[in-house]
Every structure is written in C-alpha cells, then in structure tokens.
C-alpha cells in the first residue's frame, strides 16, 4: 500500500529522493574508480571530486528533521544535471569515446528512470540530446560517418528513453491517483480497518480506529487483535473461519468487540485474506453496529405494540359490533314481528320505515367491519357449490322495490350459456353485485340501470363470468376517477350530503374482486352515465338431480311444521329474549329460556333439547364454555347454533372448534330463523345429529 492507513505519503517520497541521491554517490565513484582503473588516467579528475561532494551533501540533507518533500526532490534532480553534465563534458573533451558515452546513456536512463514528472524527463533528455549533439559539431577528429552515426545513435536513444518514460509517468501517475483515491477512502471511511498478518498481529490501522475504540495507534500496532474481543475464539470458529479465507477469501461474522476501558459493543466484521507471494496478509473491517442493534431493538418494540393496537382494535370492534348488533337485532326483528300483525296504512309505512332504518344501519356496520376485515387481511373466501342465476335473481329481489320506488328500470340480461353449478362464494359476489348495482339505482334519477352477465372465458372445467353494471346517472368526471375506490371517499363532498354512504362500498368491492381472480375497471361520462365491469374465476361443478327438490323444499319453508323440536336460546338480554320467543312462537316451536352458560347446562341436565342457540357473551360462562362442557359430557348432544355479532373468520372458526355446528348472525328475522331450523331437520322430522 502506498504510505500507510494513517500516515501522508511525504515521508516516502523523501526516502525515495534519498535512495536516488546514494546512487548518484554510487555512481560518481564507480565512474571515477572505473575511469582510473580502466584507463589508468587521472585528468579531470577535480569535476569527478565536486559531483562526489554535491551528490554526499545533497544525500546528508535528506536525514535533516523537517525537511521540505519537494524542496529536496528539487536537490535531488539538481545533482542530476552537475552530474550529466560532468559526464557530457568527459564525453566531449574525450571526443564521444564509446565508454564515455555508453556511461552517458546509462546515467542518462538511471536518472530520467528516477523523474517521475514527464515534464522533467522530457526537459532532462533534451538538455542531454542538445548538449551531445553541440558536443559533437565541435569534435573535428571524427570522420563524416561517424559524426553521422553518434547523431543518430544520441536522437533515436533519447527519444526511445523519453517514450519509457512517458509510459512510466503516466503508469506512476495511475497508481498514485488510485493509491490516493484508496488511502482517502480508508482515511475518511466509518469503518474501522486492521492490517495484521496470518495471526492477527496489528502492522497498520487507519484513524476510525483510535476514534471508534479510544486506543492510540502506538497502543495497538504490533499487538494481537484479539485483544479487542471479547470472548476469545474458539478452536472450531478458527478452523471454520480459515476454510472460508482459504476458499472465498472473505468472511463476515457478527460479534461484541471491547473498547479501551472495558465498554463492550456489537459491530460486524468482515475480514479478506490478501496474499502478496508466499506472504499473507489479513484486513479487519469493523463497522459499529450499536445503533442499528437500538434501531432493531425499537422495530421490534414498535412491532409488538403495533400488533398489540391490532388485537386491541380487534376486540374492540368485536364488543362494538356486539353491542350495536343486539339492540339492533331488537329493532329489525320486532319491526319484522310488527309487520305480520294487522297494521293500517300508516302504522305499515312507520313499521316499514323502523326496518329500513335498521337494515341501512346494519348496512353501516358491516361496511366498517369489512374493510377492518380488509385492512387486517382477514378478508377471506367460502367457495360452495352456487347457481348465478340465483344469485341475480336474489340481488335483483333485494333492489327492484328501491329501484320502483324512484321510478328507474332495473333490467338484467344473463347469457344463457352460463352454467347452472359453478364453486365460488355467492355471499361475497352478491356484496359485490349489491354494491355496484345498489351504487347504480343510488345516483340515478333517470333511466334504467342494466345487470349484464355473460361468459368471458370457459375452458374446460373452468368459467369467467364477466359482470356488468350500466347506469344512466350523474357520471363521473374524469378528474375525480382516481378518488372512486379510495376508502372513505366520495368523488365529491356534495355527494355524501346528497345522497349518504361511508364510502367504502367500492373499496370493499375492488378488494372481493380482486380476491376472487378477478379485476375491476369503470367508464363514465359526467351526466350521461357510469359503465362498472369486473370478471370472475370460478370452476364448473356437475348438476345435481336433487337440486329442484331441494329448491322446493325451501319454497316450502312456510308450512313446515316445527312443533316436535324443543329448542333452548341462551341469551342475557332481555328485549332479544322476548324478541326471540316471539318468533319461536309464530313458527310455533317449543322453548326454553337461560340468561348465562351455567343455566344452559342445567336445563341441558333436566331435559334433552335438539337445538340450542347460544350467544356467544354470556355472564357467569360465555357460549364457548358452555358449549366445551356440553360436548364433554356424555350425555344427549343436541345441535348448537352459534348467535353472535362478530363476523370475523377467526369468531366463527373459535365456535367450530368449541364444538358448534352453526351461526346465526345478529341481527336476523323469523325467515333466517326459520333456514336454520330446516337446516337441521330432514324430511322425515328427525334431528339429524350432529355428532355422527
């Protein structure tokens, strides 16, 4: 390396100055002894005496304290000059005898070999070319020829030393620029460096170490580096870390290193094996991990409260929905009992508007619960067995009475080529068709909007539906279509003052789409109308013969007697246990009431029960509890039907697992009611059991 990790290069440059100046000595009295010896002549022999004396001089200078680098390289390529000079006039005055001037070319190359500068060789070899060939005009015992000859031999020869030394120079010139720009990386780097050898002896250190360990340079120069661990290695992490010098010639741990004082502290270390011949070197790169072991320290702090808000945000959400969901339950179902009475017009339109108002309350609430579902990534799929055309006409059932109501045709064209059975989950695309079409009759006044289903796509056992919704509404306009599926936004703040939402029904929308293999894209004209497409992976699933008495069997629902089952609701609140018998009774099924999980063992002890609906917060023992004890008696085990106002996947996969065997959703009126005891009675009016 050229200096040190630490140290300027102007000492080296002296040193090098100073070797040049012992050789000038050198060779001033190899010349002059050579001459003597050879010729056994002793004339001018005082030039010889003066070049000897500069060149011993200008060589003693160069052990001066605070010597100039420069100043004496300066010295240096004076004595260069005295002493080429000498050695042209010995040329001259001997009129260019060949050893003479072989001792020409030699000092001649030894000296431009020395310059590092291409200006100075270059200034150097003209003075010697210029001088030669005046030297040589005034030489008159030399024949044409000859003369001749020297001329040639003195330009070519210069000039193939001038074009080494260009090479040279700019060699040198390279290297020193990519030694500085290497030394000033080191230098300014944050990471510590360490140069030992094979076994750890530091030779060289840069300044991030004094600065990072509190250590003076002298203090760690030749002395171990395991002084600065910890911990010593052990044998094995020594043999492991040698295999991979040897084979990559790198190795990067993670260790605690020692500060001057005893501090200890992380850092990671990487160290290259450098080989230099048979010799090899190893280089220590420290880099202080302290603040990003804090930084780590902190991600995890921030992670474990973050998830902590979530479960916190879960359960909140949960009991919300809970508390909200039961009174409402009251509100809808005795609402829905109301309606079944004999009302005069205007206690219909009042009873007509409770329900409306609870239902659009509902609609709030599980809006909010959906895109908290979204944000979680709880958002999950049920693919079953589905028929679309039901599922249209279940959408279409829902919204044509709005639809009427504002004077607006709801039209739906569906390819007759769609089969009749596909496995997809016909909750989730009836939210996404309720929706958008639900969108449509909402911001039309005018007009018509169309439901258009047709397949995209059908290869194999594999169908894409594709799903249009055409409006002839207020549109959109084109700068506000960015802000459409943005949560909690509306393309304008008129709009939610107008005609209501949270604006998260898109969003929610974009995100089943998208769950369901599909992709949601809109086209609009502010005043003309909106166009919302979007297409549906699903998988083809053979007919089923019993489908059309299984259908029936549902349309026959009404005036199935319910009267041999003996049911148990679980449940604390008083108005939903009134609102609950109530509709037990206008299906007429036998009862039994208990207000927390210890009562609904008891009754389970005094009387075998083939349904019970257990609300899942209960005092004294929840509906898990109850149900865990149920199942781990070995007594009669009846149908346990989860009532509950949590919607989330996880609540309802706790209720799987604590032995349940459905879920009935608050709120719910009579006709949902009435599904769940179907589901659990065949045709014959045997409970089918669920353990079996």
């Known amino acids: 390396m050229y200096g040190t990790l630490s140290q300027s290069n102007s000492g080296r440059g002296i040193k090098f100055h100073r070797v040049m100046a012992l050789s000038g000595v050198i060779g001033v009295s190899l010349f002059a002894f050579a001459f003597i010896g050879i010729l056994g002549s002793r ?10 004396l500069l060149a011993l001089a200008i060589y003693i200078r160069g052990y001066f304290p605070g010597i100039n680098a420069s100043q004496y390289a300066r010295w240096v390529i004076i004595m260069f000059y005295v002493h080429t000079t000498q050695i042209l006039w010995s040329v001259i005055w001997n009129d260019f005898d060949v050893f003479y001037f072989l001792s020409l070319f030699i000092t001649g190359q030894a000296y431009v070999y020395a310059l590092r500068n291409e200006s100075q060789a270059f200034w150097f070899l003209l003075y010697i070319c210029v001088i030669s060939l005046l030297g040589l005009s005034w030489v008159s015992n030399l024949e044409p020829h000859d003369k001749t000859f020297f001329a040639f031999t003195i330009v070519v020869t210069t000039s193939l030393q001038y074009m080494a030394s260009r090479i040279k120079c700019r060699f040198i010139r390279e290297m020193r620029m990519n030694q500085e720009l290497l030394q000033s990386l080191v230098t300014k780097t944050e990471t510590a460096i360490f140069m030992t050898d094979i076994n750890g002896n530091i030779f060289d250190i840069n300044p991030r170490v004094t600065e990072l360990f509190g250590y003076e340079r002298d203090e760690l120069i030749d002395r171990d580096f395991k002084i600065l661990r910890k911990d010593n290695l052990t044998n094995d992490e020594i043999e492991f870390g040698l295999t991979e010098l040897e084979k990559s010639r790198f190795w990067n741990t993670q260790t605690r290193l020692v500060k001057k004082g005893g501090a200890e502290f992380h850092v990671r270390t990487s160290i290259a094996l450098i080989k230099n011949g048979v010799k090899k070197y190893l280089v220590y790169r420290v880099q202080d ?7 780590e320290a902190k991600i995890i702090v921030a992670k474990e409260n973050a998830e902590e808000a979530a479960i916190a945000k879960s359960q909140f959400l949960a009991i919300m929905s809970h508390e909200i969901r039961t009174p409402l339950n009251g509100v809808i179902a005795t609402a829905s009992l109301l309606q079944q009475t004999d009302l005069n017009l205007e206690q219909e339109d009042y009873t007509n508007t409770i329900r409306k108002s609870g239902q659009s309350l509902l609609m709030l609430i599980n809006d909010i619960l959906e895109f908290s579902k979204m944000e979680s990534g709880k958002m999950m799929l049920d693919p079953h067995p589905s028929n679309p055309q039901e599922i249209i006409f279940d959408v279409c059932d829902l919204l044509r009475p709005h639809a009427e109501n504002k004077g607006i045709d709801l039209r739906v064209n569906m390819n007759s080529s769609i089969p009749e059975r596909l496995l997809l989950d016909s909750h989730r695309l009836k939210q996404v068709l309720i929706n958008l079409t639900g969108n449509a009759i909402k911001f039309t006044d005018r007009g018509a909007v169309e439901l258009n289903i047709e397949n995209a796509e059908l290869i194999h056992d594999s169908v894409t539906l594709r799903f249009e919704v055409k409006d002839s509404g207020i549109g959109i306009a084109k700068d ?32 089943l789409i998208e769950l369901m293999g599909g992709e949601v894209s809109v086209s609009s004209e502010e005043g003309v109308g909106t166009t919302f497409s979007f297409s549906v992976k699903c998988s083809v699933l053979a007919a089923e013969k019993s489908g059309t008495q299984g259908k029936e069997l549902k349309n026959k629902n009404d005036l199935f007697d319910f009267s041999d089952m003996k049911v148990l609701v679980a449940e604390d609140n008083e108005i939903n246990k009134e609102v609950f018998r109530y509709m037990l009774d206008s299906i007429h099924v036998q009862s039994d009431f208990a207000d927390d999980g210890t009562k609904v063992l008891e009754a389970c002890i005094n009387k075998e029960y083939d349904v019970i609906f257990m609300d899942m917060q209960m005092p004294v023992m929840d509906g898990l509890q109850a149900t865990r004890a149920i199942r781990s008696a070995g007594r009669h085990q009846p149908v346990i039907v989860a009532i509950t106002a949590n919607t989330f996947k996880d609540d309802r996969q706790h209720c799987t697992d604590a032995g349940m065997n459905d879920f009935l959703c608050k709120p719910f009126d009579v006709d949902q009611l009435r599904d769940v005891l179907m589901r659990w009675k065949n045709a014959t009016g045997d409970l089918i059991n669920p353990a079996a």
Do not use: P
Request: glycine share 8%.
């Open 480 to 511: 506000k279509m960015h802000l459409l599926f943005q949560s909690f936004t509306q393309v304008d703040s008129s709009t939610s003052r107008k005609y209501g939402g949270t604006g998260l029904g898109l969003a929610i929308s974009r995100q």
């Open 43 to 52: 004339e001018l022999i005082w030039d010889r005496c003066i070049c000897l």
């Open 289 to 295: 991990m302290t603040f990003v072991k804090e930084n």
